[in-house]
């Protein structure tokens, strides 16, 4: 955990050293050549471009601690930075350049927002892209399992201390009879799976990611989640 952590703290401070020196530098050059006030349409597309870097170990890691730096350390940090520069620039009466900065804010905090709300999906599509192969072997390297059950492993685990638990499994299907379910991300009771589950996802034919119920396992399936 702590090489992660400070991966992490690495990232954010490089991300927001890179932002003051090439704003700095820029601001220099052009303060040189031309001193008129302008919007740089180019800032927008760095906030976007920074957002997605530092929500890069969350896409690959997918570990709840990442997401709470992300949330309570990287995006106020980023975001308190923009700030500061579009208020000196308002100061000193550069109201385009200003008006960039904050687009930059906007841009950062939406593109924070929409990458936030789909962690769960980016990570495992992500995982999946990397160690696919590696998860296939474990899978398939299984006995037949008893009751007419699926193939399955561990997936994805998180929770706190007072919250509980929530597990995910990576389930082969080789009938593909989890497609409908994964196409509308469905909840409930399917075949080959003991209990209900919060949603089904389609990694790719015959594999699929069942995210079940808090407190719910796929040995304990009465813990939580409705009858």
């Not at 703290?9 to 303060?31: C, G, M, N, P, Y």
């Not at 007072?162 to 497609?179: C, Q």
């Not at 389609?202 to 009858?227: I, K, Q």
Request: proline letters at 4%.
């Amino acid at each position: 955990m702590i090489p992660l952590l400070l991966l992490i703290a690495t990232i954010i401070i490089l991300a927001v050293f890179a932002t003051v020196v090439i704003f700095t530098l820029r601001a220099k050059s052009t303060s040189k050549a031309n001193k008129e006030d302008r919007f740089n349409w180019w800032l927008p597309l760095f906030a976007a471009v920074g957002a997605l870097i530092l929500f890069l170990p969350i896409m690959i890691y997918g570990i709840d601690i990442d997401e709470m730096l992300y949330i309570f350390i990287a995006a106020p940090i980023v975001s308190f930075i923009l700030l500061i520069f579009a208020l000196i620039y308002a100061i000193n009466k550069k109201w385009l350049r200003s008006l960039a900065v904050l687009s930059m804010l906007i841009v950062y905090c939406t593109v924070s927002w929409g990458l936030f709300k789909n962690s769960r999906e980016l990570h495992w599509t992500t995982r999946w892209l990397l160690r696919s192969k590696e998860y296939k072997a474990k899978i398939l390297a299984q006995p037949n399992p008893a009751a007419g059950e699926l193939r399955h492993i561990e997936w994805d685990a998180w929770g706190f201390a007072g919250v509980g638990d929530t597990d995910a499994y990576l389930v082969f299907d080789p009938n593909d009879s989890l497609t409908t379910a994964a196409k509308s991300h469905s909840s409930g009771k399917f075949s080959g799976i003991p209990c209900k589950v919060y949603r089904v996802d389609r990694l790719e034919s015959h594999y699929y990611a069942v995210l079940f119920y808090t407190d719910t396992n796929w040995g304990e399936c009465n813990l939580a989640g409705p009858e």
